[in-house]
């Protein structure tokens, strides 16, 4: 049977290959570097107060400075690439489901649409999508692993066996796909909610400012007086 590959995202670029001048501009400005030179300089001070002699003094410089590079923590490096786009996600998402559609059995189709549905309504607000959260994450891996993952595996079984074979727990393959799907369906959904709490929470900040500043005033919508210059 002919594998089937469902898209998805483009894998980020890999990070510009560094040259000499700058890794050496780099290693300049490392903590180890630095680290390094104060160790050196405790060299020069034990060999300027005479505790050590000037035949040592290069040797015990450079043990020093090799000591301090050595137990300095190492910067970690930063990320190569970037996530994709929320546009990209959108669109593989999208891709995803046409290619599943006609391939698998209704059933299966159906849950995989409420998965993209949830992606969707989160998709469909990139401002909750912020760099670097959890729930960002959870959305990019389900886009680009998750949810292609499993139905790849599931098509890739005959479609007799997927549906007649009987697991260990007495599930079909096709009833275990099913419950994935509906797993990450409800994770995207959690998510979603979890991203919105930022945003509800300065819903009802501004709420108490604008009770604050305007609850006790002369301001008051309820119950409007009449126009003083209108005259019955």
């Known amino acids: 049977?002919?594998?089937?590959?469902?898209?998805?995202?483009?894998?980020?670029?890999?990070?510009?290959?560094?040259?000499?001048?700058?890794?050496?501009l780099t290693w300049i400005g490392s903590l180890k570097n630095i680290a390094g030179c104060t160790g050196a300089l405790g060299g020069l001070g034990?060999?300027?107060?005479?505790?050590?002699?000037?035949?040592?003094?290069?040797?015990?410089?450079?043990?020093?400075?090799a000591i301090g590079a050595l137990v300095a923590p190492a910067r970690r490096p930063a990320p190569g690439g970037s996530q994709p786009s929320v546009a990209e996600l959108r669109a593989t998402v999208e891709a995803q489901l046409r290619v599943l559609t006609g391939l698998a059995p209704t059933e299966v189709t159906a849950a995989a649409a409420q998965v993209v549905d949830a992606l969707r309504e989160v998709l469909d607000r990139p401002h909750l999508l912020r760099a670097g959260s959890p729930e960002t994450f959870v959305v990019v891996r389900t886009?680009?692993?998750?949810?292609?993952?499993?139905?790849?595996?599931?098509?890739?079984?005959?479609?007799?066996?997927?549906?007649?074979?009987?697991?260990?727990d007495g599930r079909t393959p096709r009833e275990v796909v099913i419950g994935q799907l509906g797993l990450l369906e409800k994770g995207i959904r959690d998510v979603t909610e979890a991203a919105a709490a930022g945003d509800t929470a300065k819903l009802l900040s501004h709420g108490r400012f604008l009770a604050d500043r305007f609850g006790s005033s002369e301001l008051d919508l309820s119950n409007p007086s009449p126009n003083p210059s209108h005259t019955p």
Do not use: C, F, N
């Open 46 to 65: 034990l060999t300027a107060a005479g505790v050590v002699g000037s035949p040592q003094w290069p040797l015990v410089v450079a043990v020093m400075y």
């Open 143 to 168: 886009v680009a692993d998750y949810l292609p993952t499993a139905l790849e595996v599931y098509l890739g079984l005959p479609a007799r066996y997927a549906q007649t074979h009987r697991l260990d």
């Open 1 to 24: 049977m002919t594998a089937i590959w469902l898209p998805r995202p483009d894998p980020p670029p890999p990070p510009p290959a560094r040259g000499t001048r700058e890794k050496a």
